[in-house]
């Protein structure tokens, strides 16, 4: 059992991983928004949480106990954002960018949020520095590449 979700880049979000079996589903518009996936003997909620469905969006998952698996199927529909919050405000949360054209492609984890905004806010925030420095390291090789002419790449 984990705290966190094993996720695998490119995967569609609603499908996390070969390993994320899908439990329920509780809300959709074309694509899984709202969700539990069972994966490694725990169970996660994953929420589209902002962007475009159908271009850039971010997603999270977060670990939850069997009983509020339970709540979650037993909801009226309008109680489920107030869960959901409850969820997202009370624990660790693995955010992770997906495009439409790539599937999952970066992530965080992001401490407790007392609101889904709040989240959000902070993702953004790590994801970008995260981001960053993925650039940073990949111009540093380019760079350094470019300064040693004796230097040649491996043949394909």
Known sequence: MSDQIALRM????????STAESVIVLDRYDIPLLGVVHQHGSNFLFNFLDGQPQEVN??????????????????????????????????????????EETGLLLSAVIRPHKTRRDLITAAITELARMARAEVNAVESIREHRDSAPGIQPCPA
């Open 10 to 17: 490119g995967a569609v979000p609603w499908r996390p991983a």
């Open 58 to 99: 971010m997603w999270g998952y977060a670990n939850i106990a069997d009983q509020e698996l339970e709540t979650l199927r037993g909801a009226a529909p309008e109680e489920i954002d107030d869960l959901v919050d409850q969820i997202f405000g009370t624990r660790d949360t693995t955010v992770a960018i997906a495009t």
